[in-house]
């Protein structure tokens, strides 16, 4: 609605994962670097934690489109909050040949992940699976189940393992991990995300404009930015809720530049739909 008066070409704070719009602060691309190192060097565990909203899941999108053909197949998790055996189930349905249907059988869950490491190993492929929201999988018990499948055809793999388990949650899942001894032993790498800074954030609203194809890069005025930054507490989630109803409000309002009284317009609006729920 408000993209022309901008000169936008599309929404620049749009909450869905989007490539085009990431922006790699250093903080990011220092997990980016540990997440690929991991997995290239075929490692078992690596985990990336974080609070709400801070990008775990565009910085795991970005490092599992990047990977090579040889890392393969990859498994994407998004709901794991299910008992061990259907999460497993669900791992063979994506990463097992697509006219099987695993059984019900944990045995026989075993025995076809077995089957799909051997051969992918023999292909000289390496498997991906990577868990959404890990923090969830200790109140169903999973968590030791992934442990055991780390083992699966390990005498035919010159590597840790023959697949990367990537558990991506919040930061409660590192201590949920380590009160798992054997597979605390297997993490290779720990990546935690932070809140940005007001620099972190300025830059951010300014990648996420000019990604959107605004040549303006003084929409925001500094103050709005300082206002931004406190409101939302440097979580990249809440700088886009901010940002997206600000510009609205200053489209009603014809303005051409945004204000730090817009942004806390925004801020009492959507508090007031918070609060409502």
Same mark, same amino acid.
């Given at each position: 609605?408000? !993209? ?7 929404? &620049?704070?749009?909450?869905? $994962? ?5 922006? &790699? ?16 060097? #075929?490692?078992? $565990? ?16 970005? @490092? ?15 709901? &794991? ?11 063979? +349905? ?13 045995? *026989? ?27 969830? !999988? ?12 780390? *083992?699966?055809?390990?005498?035919? @793999? ?36 932070? +809140? ?11 990648? +996420?404009? #000019?990604?959107?194809? @605004?040549? *303006?890069?003084? $929409?925001?005025?500094? #103050? ?8 939302? %507490?440097?979580? &990249? ?9 600000? !510009?609205?409000?200053?489209?009603? %309002? ?24």
């Amino acid at each position: 609605m408000y !993209l022309s008066h901008w000169g936008l070409e599309c929404s &620049p704070f749009e909450a869905k $994962v989007d490539l085009r719009s990431y922006y &790699p602060s250093e903080c990011h691309q220092a997990a980016s670097l540990k997440l690929n190192y991991a997995i290239e060097q #075929r490692r078992s $565990v690596a985990l990336l934690c974080g609070d709400s909203g801070l990008g775990k899941s565009m910085i795991l999108e970005s @490092c599992l489109q990047q990977l090579a053909e040889e890392f393969s197949p990859i498994a994407r998790v998004v709901y &794991p909050a299910m008992p061990a055996e259907s999460l497993l189930k669900h791992i063979v +349905r994506q990463i097992g040949p697509r006219d099987s249907e695993p059984q019900l059988d944990m045995a *026989n869950l075993v025995e076809g992940l077995e089957r799909i490491f051997r051969h992918n190993i023999g292909d000289g492929l390496h498997a991906v699976v990577a868990i959404d929201e890990a923090h969830l !999988l200790q109140q169903h018990g999973s968590l030791e189940a992934l442990r055991l499948i780390l *083992n699966l055809a390990s005498d035919a @793999c010159a590597s840790e393992s023959a697949l990367t388990l990537v558990l991506c949650g919040s930061t409660s899942l590192v201590s949920h991990v380590a009160k798992n001894a054997s597979l605390e032993d297997r993490v290779a790498v720990r990546c935690v995300l932070e +809140r940005f800074n007001l620099d972190d954030t300025i830059a951010y609203i300014s990648h +996420r404009l #000019r990604s959107a194809g @605004c040549a *303006n890069e003084d $929409v925001f005025m500094p #103050r709005a930015m300082e206002t931004i930054q406190l409101l939302s %507490q440097g979580v &990249p989630r809440r700088i886009n809720r901010l940002c997206d109803l600000a !510009l609205m409000i200053g489209f009603a %309002q014809d303005r051409t530049k945004i204000d730090s009284k817009t942004i806390e317009a925004a801020h009492a609006e959507l508090s007031s739909f918070r609060q409502v729920a």
